[in-house]
């Protein structure tokens, strides 16, 4: 095949990627842009257990339990619980709670520490097994939700609507991160992250950070035994859905702002483990995912280095071709990553949050941050791909099967998370 034969050959196949990716992230535009707020009448409105699992105190953990603890809800409990007395978490929640004095939060709080650490599964299932055994058959909605999420008044209401629907079984929102500093590592993580919303979205991977559950789903499914051999929590409720014929439905006016920063380090180390994470509990789609990905940022490094060899050895035509596919393939990616990030900060808006301006410093770092997002991403699936042990919050964990998780050691948490660098 002569350098003329492979141009041609690259763009074409980066024009096929190019229209596969606008289809795909076309469906996730449509359901963005289009997104209601769905609020059921106070008479409808099942109870709601919101289970929270803490180890360390994230920077937003004390705003984001006063935001929790005054949702416009009528009748919801929350149910903490933390590592141990010694955790910094714990003097957070104990003052925010003793703050409001049982006076202002709109809801009832109950804290305990973690009794029994499972080897069996991760610290957080281990958590979330103790507070399902710590509600009543009372409550009909079960809510999972991350200690770094920034609830608005309305967003338990947003969440629960969609299961006035009998045929869906659960609902779920997700993150959108807008970086306050925008360190490189936050923008590349920002850049990898709308390619993780539109896979979830079409692929129905729930957010465990923000997720509604059918507590009628919850006992018939044995959900609760199943956590006890797990590493996340999303990824079984996945499972538990399809097993019994139910929708999994996302709510896109529950597209959450996530400000924290990060390095390029930890951006690398959170996309492998969110990765990781799809990889044992889409193993059947994962060799898919795998080959398309490789492929196409395969073929855009090695037609990005071709258009430099030829332009510099004079070889124009096929320089052309190079320049021209990548060039494309290119402005249709950036293109898509904007309108994903208008649609995303039009819905943050509508929460009444806050949404940083996009220009100068940020604006000008994008293209080098969406270059090495290529890169991270690449290394990210190779690395979740054979990787066996994870860390995730000081603890590690070897991870060989959806049912086949081991905690190996931990260590304390005697200082409070002071950045995303180790809260996510």
């Not at 929270?52 to 937003?60: F, M």
């Not at 339990?65 to 949702?71: E, F, H, P, S, T």
């Not at 320089?319 to 596919?325: E, L, Q, T, Y």
């Not at 090495?372 to 042990?389: G, K, Q």
Request: net charge neutral; charged share 20%.
């Amino acid at each position: 095949m002569t350098l003329l034969h492979l141009a041609t050959f690259a763009f074409w196949a980066l024009i096929g990627f190019a229209v596969v990716n606008a289809l795909c992230t076309t469906f996730t535009l449509v359901a963005l842009f289009r997104h209601r707020r769905e609020r059921s009448d106070d008479r409808e409105l099942p109870r709601v257990a919101i289970l929270l699992c803490l180890r360390g105190a994230d920077p937003q953990l004390a705003g984001g339990l006063q935001r929790l603890m005054n949702q416009q809800y009528p009748d919801y409990e929350i149910f903490i619980v933390i590592d141990s007395e010694a955790d910094p978490a714990w003097g957070v929640v104990k003052q925010g709670v003793d703050d409001t004095g049982g006076k202002s939060a709109a809801c009832r709080v109950h804290i305990s520490t973690l009794r029994q650490r499972l080897e069996t599964c991760s610290l957080k299932c281990s958590s979330l097994v103790q507070l399902l055994d710590q509600i009543d058959d009372s409550f009909e909605v079960v809510v999972l939700a991350d200690s770094d999420l920034e609830s608005h008044p309305t967003w338990l209401r947003e969440l629960v609507a969609p299961l006035d629907d009998p045929r869906v079984g659960a609902a779920f929102g997700n993150r959108w991160f807008l970086p306050t500093v925008g360190w490189m590592g936050s923008l590349v993580r920002q850049v990898c992250n709308a390619i993780g919303v539109v896979t979830m979205h079409l692929g129905q991977i729930p957010w465990g950070g923000s997720l509604a559950i059918r507590a009628s789903v919850v006992k018939e499914s044995g959900l609760r035994e199943t956590l006890t051999r797990s590493i996340v929590d999303d990824g079984p409720v996945r499972v538990a859905l399809r097993e019994q014929g139910l929708k999994l439905q996302f709510v896109p006016s529950l597209l959450m702002a996530n400000r924290e920063d990060c390095d390029l380090r930890f951006a690398h180390n959170f996309l492998t483990r969110q990765l990781k994470w799809t990889q044992t509990y889409m193993s059947s789609q994962w060799p898919i995912m795998l080959v398309y990905t490789l492929g196409v940022l395969g073929i855009y490094m090695v037609t990005l280095v071709l258009a430099i060899v030829c332009t510099l050895v004079g070889y124009h035509e096929e320089a052309f071709g190079f320049v021209v596919g990548s060039a494309i393939y290119s402005g249709t990616v950036m293109t898509l990553w904007f309108l994903l990030d208008v649609a995303a900060r039009r819905i943050i808006r509508a929460q009444g949050e806050p949404v940083p301006g996009f220009i100068g410093v940020q604006l000008l770092k994008l293209p080098i941050a969406m270059l090495l997002a290529v890169v991270i991403h690449v290394s990210a699936m190779v690395r979740a791909t054979v990787l066996r042990r994870v860390i995730w919050r000081g603890v590690t964990y070897e991870v060989l099967g959806p049912k086949e998780v081991s905690l190996l050691n931990e260590e304390a948490m005697e200082t409070s998370l002071e950045s995303a660098n180790v809260s996510l």
